[in-house]
């Protein structure tokens, strides 16, 4: 007896679909989580809150100055920002109680030579560690920056010696006239930022017959002026607010800076009983307004120099 086997068609059979080997998978791109911007937003939030905190701590005392320089003898102290009784006669007294004219012209002519010739003085002994190639330079840089390691009161005795023996020591010369020797940070600072100009330059002037001294002051020193004016800057402010040298060398009120005429009306005002603060806040305004002037005209000249150096 035989069996009859029925025949399907091939489009009749209906076998489970397998999923491919290789099948791509689908990526999924997500935008960034609300999370992670909310995250984001509180710490901008923080760190603005963070400098507006430590901007107002540094600010303070001088907004406190500045507000006292305008109150009457009894009222220096009073804490109050916005004076309760107000009164310009402290900026009319305070240039008859002291020669603040005069101080502040010894104080620009130290100023002034003491942050030109430092800076000359340095840019050129960093050019000689940077151009000069001879035995024993680094070993000879190294005793420069060990020098930055010793302490002002090590040198202090010594140097005063000096310059007494010079007889120089009741005038100015000495404020200003050892910048003549350069400045161990300073020959640091400009020395790392000529590092990193192209040597190519100074030796193609070399080729065309340029001398040393042309190399340095026609096309090293221009291409250095970022450096120069961080430089610069820095020993004003450091001259300007100098008052130890002061103390040591300057005797006669004629030949006083800023520094040591506000210690002499300190002396004088202040601790001697006649109280007279008011007039010792204000020649303190008078005094620090020049200084707020230099970096605020020179901020961008800064910024740029540290900028430029530290990535040289």
Known sequence: MSRTVPITAPGDLHE???????????????????SARRRARVVRVLVIAALSVLGVVFTYPFVWLVSASFKPRGEVFDNRLIPETFTLGNYAAVWQEAPLALWFANTAIVTVLAAVTVTLSS?????????FRFRGRGVLFGFVLASMMLPGAVTMIPTFL?????????????????N????AFYVFLLRQFF????RDFFDAARVDGASQWAVFWRIAL?????????????EVQAVWTDLMRALIYLRDSSTFTIPRGLKAMVDAFGFSGQWNWEIIVTASVIATVPMILVFFVAQKQIIQGVASTGLR
């Open 16 to 34: 489970p679909e397998r999923p491919a080997a290789h099948a791509p998978r689908a990526i999924v791109r997500s935008n960034p989580s609300a």
């Open 123 to 131: 840019a050129m002994v960093a050019w000689g560690f940077t151009w």
């Open 162 to 178: 000096i310059w007494n023996s010079l007889g120089f020591v009741g005038t100015l010369v000495p404020l200003w006239a050892q």
């Open 180 to 183: 003549l020797f350069a400045s």
């Open 195 to 198: 590092l990193g100009l192209p």
């Open 222 to 234: 221009p291409m250095a002026r970022p450096a120069l004016a961080v430089t610069l800057v820095f």
